[in-house]
């Protein structure tokens, strides 16, 4: 089993910026964050694989948002620029072994975009 450990959601004033980080227990082959807002479906937010690395974000937060890794601490970052309101959700650390395997998540943690 992985462990994720998130940290870094809070409030934060449109346009405002916050960074969250993941920390997983062992080397993995990937990792990366999800977001869901109350009543909508779990999304894609960017992904890193740690060997090319080849990184990808979703649609919503392309040029905002900026994904990157440390593997001497097998730690994954998300820096959130430019936040909007829609940004608002419970963001999800997740992690996989291997390219075709199941993900783990972590426990999640709030961003809340608001004046």
């Known amino acids: 089993q992985v462990q994720l450990v998130e940290s870094g959601g809070g409030l934060v004033q449109p346009g405002g910026s916050l960074r969250l980080s993941c920390t997983a227990s062992?080397?993995?082959?990937?990792m990366g964050w999800f977001r869901q807002a109350p009543g909508k479906e779990r999304e894609f937010v960017a992904s890193?694989?740690?060997?090319?690395?080849?990184?990808y974000y979703g649609d919503p937060v392309k040029g905002r948002f900026t994904i990157s890794r440390d593997n001497a601490k097998k730690s994954v970052y998300l820096e959130m620029n430019s936040l909007k309101p829609e940004d608002t959700a419970v963001y999800y650390c997740a992690a996989r072994l291997g390219p075709s395997t199941n993900y783990y998540w972590g426990q999640g943690t709030q961003v809340t975009v608001s004046s």
């Open positions: 890193i694989i740690w060997s090319n690395p080849y990184t």
């Open positions: 062992e080397r993995t082959y990937g």
